[in-house]
């Protein structure tokens, strides 16, 4: 599992599970209903990535997302 700290972790780990798949931007966008240049600017600059977009991404590319308590954190018990 990876940490992902800054928006630009979810750039690296988009971009690098697309290649590991052997699958172009072009491919990768059309499954999600992007244009490739979208596709592209995203990987490169995802502060602007929608929730929708993620989780669309995160399916086509076999990936989840699961959300967890910081490890430094989770000596302190936190209520919602």
């Known amino acids: 599992m990876r940490s992902i700290l800054t928006p630009g972790h979810i750039g690296a780990i988009l971009a690098a599970r697309r290649k590991h798949l052997k699958l172009s931007q072009s491919q990768v ?28 991404l995160l399916n086509v590319l076999g990936l989840e997302m699961t ?5 430094t954190t989770a000596k302190t018990r936190v209520e919602w």
């Open 67 to 71: 959300i967890s308590e910081a490890a």
């Open 29 to 56: 966008a059309a499954k999600v209903g992007l244009s490739q240049n979208r596709l592209s600017v995203l990987e490169a600059n995802p502060a602007t990535l929608t929730a929708k977009q993620l989780l669309a």
